[in-house]
């Protein structure tokens, strides 16, 4: 083997150890989320033989004996190895209320071992005469679906398999994922306004003030998110501080506190403060970099102040801008404990939806088709952003 | 606690774990994972419970707090990697987790009688057994106000908690349907005992959804439990929805004139389960056994205003052992207390929640 090639071995053995850790930590549970937002075989493991009758059955006419002969066996079954909470909490969310159908039907079933079928589970429970309830087990009984994604996009299939948008009483992670997109805009910008006067100012002071300066936005940066959102809180609310100065001062009466908290505001002045370091930081790598002498060379040559900033300055942050950008608004879109707390009811946004999926609903695949779609998002975006500036002009700090 | 003083356990206590279960040296050097909800409520159990359990038995309590759902639960089943034992958990959790196999049936006949001899069966509240939970303590959602802020007429009934006209000013509530629709049709004037029944039909939600937006504008939605109390004593808002054992903490130690409105209370239970599959399952059967004794339970109730899950442990609660007043007044099951109160179906909940949380979301952000 040549020295070249053993170098470069030695050289793979190096960042082995990070490779394996990115595999195992990022690369493999997203891959898992992925695969679950299309992949839910909860029912069609659990029912095989009722998912393979109803495959003939016209979704009109009452299903075939068969269909309602291997589901009174494979529930029952179901019941016996405790997976009936799974598959009647996936039926579920395809119908409301036949969760507890399932599981009753399944209880009552446990001593009947004798036809005709369709007469014993039509006596168990009204349910099983309506054609929706065999709708939504063969829908639910599919291997890979589309379900999930439609679900996320506010879209329902109907039993003759077109897709149409939901009621629109339900419809709800459209419109959040739009409030998503814009909040998470409006927070990029505001970092922006924010940021760019404190990096400029940090990376051009005298190196005794840039670390006070520095360390007055890395010291919020390292404390604890909860204390921070809390701080807010304790400020903004209707009795908090910023209102009694108001009030002190008169400047609002007593009854006209302003409400900022607990609605869209208070979402974006809190996320605004919990990101805007992830803004200068970059911001400020890249200025230090830029020597001050071209300024002095722009208006040497005649530039006012505002034209050496827009033709010479502005153009040689922008590696910065966009990185700070690129980080501030993809944290944005996927943060949740911020708007949890403060975001009222006007102030909440994708992720918490997501969250309540996981946590809450247990409805896995929803929160990965969920994920899935705000990953489609930033990778689009990282493209866009590839297109227009140029990935390698990123600079992170 | 060291190993050192498991070797003086008083003989005929150490005899007495033998005869009951497994042989000492193996419990001694044994620990379970108990999961609970922190704060408060973390501190009684820890004082009530785990405490004593160590003491009695020598086997070690690590504590774990958690926000309830299922997640983690099936994460660990999933995964084969099971960290927790024991689990605090709501009674729909309890009844979901059972049917998903992630929960160990519990057999009752195999629990302590009642100290009056009453089998355990009989002894818990019927709703406070099912197949993998067994009840610990009832708890409650009620709605509370500061005495300092509510100036004139002070309300009373579930029915004021909608008033805006006679008592102006913004309410808290929690960010989920469950409760707020209840707490809806009680105001609109739905007979307690027909609360789901009118939930149950499309007619009903309507009414509820029509009835808390009258309130909609003036509502700050909260998330944590912690929440409330300090809502309330920061003026923030003039009442609020909140957990019983919440204000009860915040009235007694932290001397909050925090009132709580018992009218229209929704009672539920809350149940210790054993995650199914657990590597500790004798430790975490004996742990149950122990936390779900009449005595146990009485000395959580002791610390907060929990009311014991089994009616032979409300006679044995006096007073609060900080402050020594009387807690009988502040027990969300004392019948002066619970005259008009709901009992949460969780049942009906299981069913109706996916839909129901999509359709409130829908509502909120409109």
């Not at chain 1, 404990?337 to 896995?364: D, K, R």
């Amino acid at each position: 083997m040549s020295a070249g090639g053993r170098g470069r071995l030695r050289a793979l053995g190096l960042v082995l150890p990070l490779l394996l850790f990115i595999l195992v930590t990022f690369v493999a549970p997203l891959a898992t989320m992925l695969v679950r937002s299309v992949h839910e075989p909860v029912v069609a493991d659990a029912l095989p033989a009722t998912v393979a009758a109803l495959a003939e059955w016209d979704g009109e006419s009452p299903p075939p004996e068969a269909a309602y002969e291997a589901a009174a066996r494979e529930l029952a079954a179901a019941r016996e190895d405790r997976t009936l909470g799974r598959v009647a909490g996936a039926v579920n969310r395809v119908r409301s209320g036949l969760r507890g159908v399932l599981t009753r039907s399944a209880r009552s079933l446990g001593g009947v071992t004798e036809g005709p079928w369709r007469g014993v589970m039509e006596g168990i429970d009204d349910a099983w005469a309506d054609p929706a309830t065999w709708h939504a087990i063969r829908e639910t009984g599919r291997r890979f679906t589309s379900r999930h994604y439609l679900n996320a996009l506010d879209m329902r299939r109907l039993p003759d398999g077109s897709v149409a948008r939901q009621p629109e009483e339900r419809r709800i992670y459209l419109p959040l994922l739009r409030r998503t997109l814009m909040v998470s805009a409006a927070i990029t910008v505001l970092c922006l306004l924010l940021g760019y006067p404190v990096a400029h100012l940090i990376a051009h002071a005298p190196e005794r003030r840039a670390n006070v300066l520095l360390a007055l936005v890395l010291i919020p940066f390292w404390t604890s998110l909860l204390v921070r959102t809390t701080a807010w809180i304790v400020l903004l609310q209707t009795q908090g501080v910023i209102n009694d100065v108001l009030v002190t001062l008169g400047l609002v009466g007593e009854d006209g506190r302003i409400s900022m908290i607990y609605n869209m505001t208070g979402t974006v002045i809190a996320m605004t403060h919990v990101l805007l370091p992830f803004m200068v930081l970059p911001l400020y790598s890249v200025m230090r970099a830029i020597p001050r002498q071209y300024m002095n060379a722009a208006s040497s040559l005649g530039a006012t102040p505002a034209q050496a900033f827009l033709r010479v300055y502005w153009p040689q942050t922008l590696p910065g801008v966009g990185a700070g950008s690129l980080l501030v608004f993809i944290l944005a879109i996927g943060y949740y404990i911020t708007p949890a707390l403060v975001g009222g009811s006007s102030g909440q946004l994708i992720s918490n939806m997501v969250a309540y999926h996981m946590q809450t609903s247990l409805n896995w695949g929803l929160a990965a088709a969920l994920g899935g779609i705000l990953l489609a998002g930033v990778l689009v975006l990282y493209l866009v952003y590839d297109r227009l500036v140029g990935v390698e002009r990123l600079s992170l700090g | 606690m060291t190993t050192a003083t498991h070797r003086f356990i008083p003989p005929a206590l150490a005899l007495a774990v033998v005869a009951a279960t497994s042989p000492l040296d193996t419990a001694a050097a044994q620990a379970v994972t108990a999961v609970g909800w922190g704060g408060a409520y973390g501190r009684a159990v820890q004082m009530g419970v785990n405490k004593p359990f160590t003491a009695e038995t020598g086997i070690r309590v690590t504590v774990e707090d958690y926000n309830g759902g299922l997640a983690q639960i099936r994460a660990q089943v999933e995964a084969d990697n099971i960290q927790w034992d024991v689990v605090d958990l709501e009674m729909a959790d309890a009844v979901r987790g059972c049917d998903e196999g992630l929960l160990e049936p519990i057999d009752i006949a195999t629990l302590p009688p009642g100290p009056d001899g009453t089998p355990a069966a009989e002894d818990f509240v019927a709703e406070g057994l099912s197949e993998c939970g067994v009840g610990l303590i009832y708890w409650s959602t009620v709605y509370a106000y500061n005495a300092e802020n509510m100036e004139g007429a002070k309300p009373t009934t579930i029915a004021d908690f909608f008033d805006l006209e006679t008592f102006p000013g913004r309410r808290g509530m929690r960010r989920i349907p469950q409760a707020n629709l209840e707490f809806a049709l009680m105001a609109d004037g739905v007979p307690l005992d027909s609360i789901y029944a009118a939930l149950d039909t499309p007619e009903g939600l309507d009414r509820a959804f029509r009835k808390l937006e009258t309130i909609k504008d003036q509502v700050v939605w909260w998330e944590a439990g912690a929440q409330p109390p300090q809502m309330l004593a920061d003026g923030e808002v003039v009442m609020s929805t909140a957990f019983n054992g919440r204000i009860f903490n915040a009235q007694m130690l932290e001397a909050q004139p925090l009132v709580i409105v018992w009218d229209g209370q929704l009672l539920d239970v809350n149940v210790l389960g054993i995650v199914a599959g657990t590597p500790r399952m004798e430790v975490a059967k004996r742990y149950l056994t122990f936390a779900t004794t009449a005595e146990a339970q009485a000395r959580i109730g002791s610390r907060i205003s929990y009311s014991p899950a089994r009616r032979s442990g409300s006679a044995l609660v006096t007073t609060h052992v900080v402050t020594g007043l009387d807690m009988a007044s502040h027990m969300p099951a004392n019948p002066d207390n619970a005259a008009r109160s709901v009992r949460y179906d969780w049942l009906w909940w299981a069913d109706n929640q996916d839909e129901l949380m999509v359709r409130f979301s829908a509502w909120l952000a409109r």
